[in-house]
């Protein structure tokens, strides 16, 4: 689960640098949409997938 959300992040950090260097931003301000985006998507995915985690006690 953490591998494919990982790499779901990372393929959406990419698009989502694309169209801000596409829009015109510096490469610096890409980089920043890039870590946030990818890193922002894993977290709330993996987040998500903890608060589902059945308690087998």
């Known amino acids: 689960m953490a591998a494919i959300t990982l790499i779901a992040g990372s393929i959406l950090g990419w698009v989502a640098a694309a169209v801000a260097l596409v829009g015109g931003a ?3 301000t890409a980089m920043l949409v890039f870590l946030i985006t990818c890193f922002g998507f894993s977290a709330i ?3 998500a997938a ?3 985690e059945v308690n087998p006690s």
């Open 50 to 52: 903890a608060l589902r």
């Open 26 to 28: 510096l490469a610096s």
């Open 45 to 47: 995915t993996l987040f």
